[in-house]
């Protein structure tokens, strides 16, 4: 078998004084490696929610989760946070990069993390950054970059560490669907590269590059296809 990750009836509470909110209601959920997968659904259907745990940002109220066959739903903060580095690349709606760094910096800080050498984390930054497109704007800061830009940062910060999986929530939701289209590109091109990639949209047209398509409504698969 080669899931990459394997998730078995997860739950995920929150409790918000005395009420328990259930956003995630038992989520089973294989996906092998190498698969590119869109998880849609309409808003609060508990998309985030299930991204954030599969990214290991969050561990669920109740279920087992392996990534590449590790338990990771009941390791320790730290544990946590050594697999987030090694094994997730995470893109965001909003890019969250750091504002007064440089691209080039941006991408080399999960190898600070890493704990491998400035001469090599600003070589390997470099290659991704030309991989990204943009070999032209290394030296810029996230405000000298158009939205189009910045999310090229991100996925070449997301990819730097070669990652088991790419978690990507919304990345187009800033972007116009022009820019977006140029994101879905690359992404099409970090896919066909090897990688395990993972998305959340609403848009049905984003959702068309993947091959998998994944909904959600009220914190239950709704519907699981295959595009191709
Ligand atoms: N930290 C939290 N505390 C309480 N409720 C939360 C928390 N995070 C998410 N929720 C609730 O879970 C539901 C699903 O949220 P989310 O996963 O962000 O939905 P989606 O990404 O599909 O729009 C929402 O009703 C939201 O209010
Ligand atoms: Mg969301």
Do not use: W
Request: aromatic share 4%; glycine share 8%.
């Amino acid at each position: 078998m080669n899931n990459v990750i394997e998730i078995k009836n997860i739950i995920r509470d929150f409790k918000l004084g005395t009420e328990t909110v259930h956003v995630l209601k038992g989520i089973d959920l294989n996906i092998e490696r190498g698969d590119y997968v869109a998880i849609m659904g309409p808003s609060g259907s508990g998309k985030s929610t299930l991204m954030n745990l599969l990214g290991c940002l969050d561990t669920p109220t109740d279920g087992n989760y392996l990534l590449n066959g590790q338990d990771v739903s009941k390791m320790s903060d730290d544990q946590l946070a050594d697999i987030r580095n090694k094994e997730i690349g995470f893109v965001f709606q909003t890019f969250n990069l750091l504002p007064r760094t440089t691209a080039l910096d941006n991408v080399a800080l999960p190898m600070v993390y890493a704990g491998i050498s400035k001469t090599a984390r600003h070589a390997r930054a470099a290659e991704v950054l030309e991989d990204v497109g943009l070999a032209d704007r290394m030296d810029h800061r996230p405000n000298q970059l158009s939205g189009g830009q910045r999310q090229r940062v991100a996925v070449g910060r997301a990819l730097v560490n070669k990652p088991s999986i790419i978690l990507a929530d919304e990345p187009t939701g800033n972007l116009d669907s022009k820019t977006g289209e140029e994101i879905m590109g690359l992404f099409d091109t970090i896919h066909k590269a090897g990688n395990t990639v993972i998305m959340v949209t609403h848009e049905e047209e984003i959702a068309d590059h993947a091959h998998r398509v994944i909904r959600l409504r009220d914190g239950l698969i709704e519907s699981d296809t295959r595009n191709r």
